[in-house]
C-alpha cells in the first residue's frame, strides 16, 4: 500500500503523498480518511482526499483550514536518486502534540530504503532543534548514498603502499579493480600484492593498514673484515672439559702458539650488494661494502693467497694496535698457578714469578724462570734457567733439549740433552746429562740421589760425613744405560709369556693333527699363534739392541769425576763398565778409567 505522511500547521492540516500509484487508489484515501478521524480532524471528504494523493505527490496538499488544538510533530525522508541523498523534512507539535524523535527519524529512513545510507547525526540534531518552533516544515539533508571508498598510503621510502577502506552505504561494494585503479593511478606497478588484495575483498571489512604493494629493499653490501683464526679477543679462555665433565682448571687455554706458516688470519672481501626496487619500478642502488687490509705486523706476511695471514716463526699470536704479531717470547709476568693453568708454548717462556707444585710448563725453545720451582714439571726443546731452583718434592721434572741451569736441585729429577750447571748443591735427586754435570758454586756439594754425565761429573763435595748413598756414573749416555734397563725388564716380562704360549700352542698343534679342533679352539690356535710370533720377534730384536748396548759399555771407559774439596765414604761411582763403592773420604780427587779399573788421582 502506498505511502504518506498528514501534518499540521497553524495554517491547516496537510496530506503529503510520498508512494502513491493507481493500485493504491482504493486503499489509501480509505486508510487517510480513518487517519484523520484518529487525529481528530473531520469535515474532509474522501473525495478530496483522493483528489489531493493524485495532485499532490511532490508537495503537501492542504487537506482542511481547521486547525486541531493538539497535533504531533511529523517528518518524513524522500530520496533523490539522482543526488544519491535522503531528505527529511520535519514539522513542529501544535498544542499538546508529541514532538518527532530520533528514532522517527531513523524508522522513516528505512521506510524510503535509506537505511544503510551514510547518516547525517548532525544534520539530525539540527532538525530536531528547528522542529521545537516551526510554522512551516523544515527540510533538510540527514543522509547520503556512498561507494565503497579506499585511501593509500605510500610510505615516504616508496617501499610500502597501505590501503585503509571504508564500506558502501548504499552505494557500490568494495571491487578488486577498484584498489588497482587507485594503485594505477598513483602510479604504483611494483610488488602489488594480488592475493592480499583479493582476501581484503572477500573478508567484506574495512581496513586500516593494510599492506597491498611492497617494493624490494636494496641489500648493501657487507664491509670486508678480517677472521682470525686463533683467539684474537681472549673470548674462548676456560679451563678444558675432559671427557668424565670434570673441568680442568690447569688448563686454560690462554695461551696459544703457532708455528712458521700457519694460517693466522684470513681476509674476507667486500661484497656489492643488492639493488632494490621501490613500489614506482625504479630501482634503489645499493651500497658496496668497504674494503680492508690484512693486518700485517710482526713476524707475519701475506701468504701465498693474498687474503690470507701467515706466521713466519713460531710464537704467540696476538693483536696489537689492530696489527697481529707473533711473539716468540712468552712473558707471564707472575706465578703458574691457578690464574695462568699450564703452559705450552712452541717459543721460549720467561716466567717472573714462581712455579708452584703440579703444574706444567711446556716450551718448544727455552724455559727461564725468575723465583723458585715447587714440584712443577718443566719441559723445554732449549735450556732450562731458574734463578733460584727446584724445590722438587719427589715430583718435580725437569726435561731439556739443552742445558739445565739453577742455583739449587732438592727432591728432583732432571734429564739434559746438554749439560746441568748448578751454583750451590743437588741433592736427593736424578740428574742425568748428555755432556757434564757441574756443582762448583759457592758450596759445590752433591749429596744422596743418581747422577749421570755423559762426560764429567764436576763439583765440591760429593755425599755427606753420614755416609748418604750417592751413585755418581760417567763415560756412557745417560739414556743409553736407561734404555738397557728398559730392554732388560721388557725381556723378563715377556720371556714367561713366550713360555706359556708357547706350550698352549703345542697342544692345540697336538689336537689339530688328530682332527679333535673345534672351530673355536682352531679360531683360538689362529690367533696365539699370531701372538706368539709376534713376542718372540720382540725378543729376538731386544736381546741384539742389549748385546749393541752392552758392547758399548764394556768398551766406554771415558769421562772423569772431579771433587776440588772431598769425596765421603758410600760414594758407588761407575765410569763407563767400571764400578766401585768408596769405602772411606777422598780428598781433592779426580777419578777415571783405563779400561781395567777406576784410577784416583789427586788435584
Known amino acids: 500500500m502506498g505511502r504518506y505522511r498528514i501534518y499540521a500547521t497553524t495554517t491547516g492540516v496537510y496530506l503529503k503523498p510520498l508512494s502513491y500509484g493507481e493500485n493504491d487508489a482504493g486503499d489509501v484515501p480509505k486508510a487517510v480518511a480513518s487517519d484523520l478521524e484518529g487525529l481528530g480532524v473531520g469535515g474532509v471528504e474522501q473525495e478530496n482526499i483522493s483528489k489531493a494523493l493524485d495532485d499532490g505527490e511532490k508537495s503537501g496538499l492542504l487537506l482542511t483550514e481547521d486547525t486541531p488544538d493538539d497535533f504531533p510533530g511529523v517528518c518524513w525522508v524522500d530520496v533523490d536518486d539522482e543526488e544519491g541523498a535522503a531528505m527529511l523534512t520535519i514539522t513542529s507539535p501544535l498544542g499538546n502534540g508529541c514532538c518527532v524523535e530520533e528514532s522517527d527519524i531513523m524508522d522513516q529512513l528505512q521506510a524510503a530504503g535509506a537505511g544503510d545510507f551514510t547518516i547525517l547525526h548532525d544534520a539530525i540534531k539540527q532538525a530536531l532543534g528547528k522542529a521545537q518552533k516551526l510554522?512551516?516544515?523544515?527540510?533538510?539533508k540527514v543522509a547520503e548514498r556512498s561507494d565503497a571508498q579506499v585511501q593509500l598510503d605510500i610510505s615516504p621510502d616508496k617501499l610500502e603502499v597501505r590501503l585503509a577502506t571504508k564500506d558502501a552505504?548504499?552505494?557500490?561494494?568494495?571491487?578488486?579493480?577498484?584498489?588497482?585503479k587507485a594503485l594505477e593511478e598513483k602510479g604504483v606497478t611494483f610488488g602489488i600484492l594480488k592475493e592480499d588484495i583479493e582476501q581484503i575483498v572477500a573478508d567484506k571489512s574495512e581496513v586500516t593498514d593494510a599492506l597491498v604493494a611492497k617494493g624490494k629493499e636494496s641489500i648493501n653490501g657487507e664491509d670486508g673484515r678480517i677472521e682470525y683464526h686463533f683467539d684474537a679477543f681472549a673470548e674462548?679462555?676456560?679451563?678444558?672439559?675432559?671427557?668424565n665433565d670434570i673441568a680442568d682448571f690447569k688448563d686454560l687455554g690462554l695461551f696459544e702458539s703457532v708455528a712458521a706458516g700457519d694460517l693466522l688470519a684470513t681476509r674476507i672481501p667486500p661484497t656489492e650488494g643488492e639493488e632494490g626496487t621501490d613500489v614506482f619500478g625504479n630501482p634503489i642502488p645499493a651500497v658496496t661494502g668497504k674494503d680492508t687490509t690484512l693486518p700485517v705486523g710482526k713476524n707475519t706476511e701475506e701468504g701465498k693467497d693474498p687474503n690470507t695471514l701467515v706466521a713466519t716463526a713460531e710464537g704467540q699470536p696476538k693483536l696489537v694496535g689492530g696489527k697481529v704479531i707473533v711473539d716468540e717470547l712468552l712473558d707471564i709476568r707472575g706465578d703458574v698457578d691457578l690464574s695462568t693453568g699450564?703452559?705450552?708454548?712452541?717459543?721460549?717462556?720467561?716466567?717472573?714469578?714462581?712455579?708452584?707444585?703440579?703444574f706444567e710448563v711446556k716450551a718448544g725453545d727455552s724455559v727461564t724462570c725468575l723465583d723458585v720451582v715447587e714440584g712443577a714439571e718443566i719441559e723445554a726443546g732449549g735450556d732450562v734457567v731458574l734463578k733460584w731452583g727446584m724445590k722438587g718434592q719427589n715430583r718435580g721434572v725437569i726435561k731439556a733439549g739443552g742445558d739445565v741451569m739453577a742455583k739449587f736441585i732438592e727432591s728432583s729429577k732432571v734429564i739434559?740433552?746438554?749439560?746441568?750447571?748448578?751454583?750451590?748443591?743437588?741433592?736427593?735427586?736424578?740428574?742425568?746429562?748428555?755432556?757434564?754435570?757441574?756443582?762448583?758454586?759457592?758450596?759445590?756439594?752433591?749429596?744422596?740421589?743418581?747422577?749421570?754425565?755423559?762426560?764429567?761429573?764436576?763439583?765440591?763435595?760429593?755425599?755427606?760425613?753420614?755416609?748418604?748413598?750417592?751413585?755418581?756414573?760417567?763415560?756412557?749416555?745417560?739414556?743409553?744405560?736407561?734404555?738397557?734397563?728398559?730392554?732388560?725388564?721388557?725381556?723378563?716380562?715377556?720371556?714367561?709369556?713366550?713360555?706359556?704360549?708357547?706350550?698352549?700352542?703345542?697342544?692345540?698343534?697336538?689336537?689339530?693333527?688328530?682332527?679333535?679342533?673345534?672351530?673355536?679352539?682352531?679360531?683360538?690356535?689362529?690367533k696365539i699363534m699370531n701372538a706368539l710370533s709376534q713376542l718372540e720377534r720382540e725378543f729376538e730384536q731386544?736381546?741384539?739392541?742389549?748385546?749393541?748396548?752392552?758392547?758399548?759399555?764394556?768398551?766406554?771407559?771415558?769421562?772423569?769425576?772431579?771433587?776440588?774439596?772431598?769425596?765421603?765414604?758410600?760414594?758407588?761411582?761407575?765410569?763407563?763398565?767400571?764400578?766401585?763403592?768408596?769405602?772411606?773420604?777422598?780428598?781433592?780427587?779426580?777419578?777415571?778409567?783405563?779400561?781395567?779399573?777406576?784410577?784416583?788421582?789427586?788435584?
Open 169 to 180: 552505504h548504499g552505494g557500490a561494494e568494495l571491487k578488486i579493480d577498484d584498489i588497482l
Open 416 to 526: 739434559a740433552g746438554g749439560s746441568v750447571i748448578v751454583e750451590d748443591f743437588i741433592m736427593n735427586s736424578d740428574v742425568r746429562a748428555t755432556k757434564e754435570i757441574k756443582c762448583s758454586g759457592k758450596k759445590g756439594w752433591i749429596s744422596g740421589g743418581h747422577l749421570s754425565a755423559g762426560e764429567e761429573v764436576n763439583c765440591k763435595v760429593i755425599g755427606n760425613e753420614t755416609g748418604v748413598k750417592t751413585e755418581v756414573e760417567v763415560g756412557i749416555q745417560p739414556q743409553l744405560r736407561v734404555d738397557y734397563h728398559s730392554l732388560k725388564m721388557r725381556l723378563n716380562e715377556i720371556a714367561p709369556k713366550i713360555e706359556m704360549m708357547s706350550k698352549t700352542y703345542s697342544q692345540l698343534e697336538e689336537l689339530k693333527k688328530k682332527g679333535l679342533l673345534s672351530d673355536e679352539k682352531e679360531e683360538m690356535r689362529y
Open 135 to 140: 510554522d512551516e516544515p523544515y527540510s533538510c
Open 342 to 358: 699450564n703452559i705450552d708454548f712452541v717459543g721460549s717462556v720467561i716466567i717472573r714469578g714462581a712455579i708452584y707444585a703440579g
Open 236 to 243: 674462548d679462555v676456560g679451563p678444558k672439559i675432559l671427557e
Open 542 to 603: 731386544g736381546e741384539k739392541q742389549i748385546a749393541e748396548i752392552e758392547k758399548i759399555l764394556n768398551n766406554s771407559h771415558g769421562g772423569r769425576i772431579v771433587a776440588s774439596e772431598i769425596v765421603y765414604s758410600g760414594i758407588i761411582l761407575t765410569i763407563g763398565s767400571l764400578k766401585e763403592c768408596l769405602y772411606e773420604p777422598w780428598k781433592k780427587v779426580t777419578f777415571t778409567s783405563d779400561g781395567n779399573e777406576i784410577q784416583m788421582s789427586s788435584l
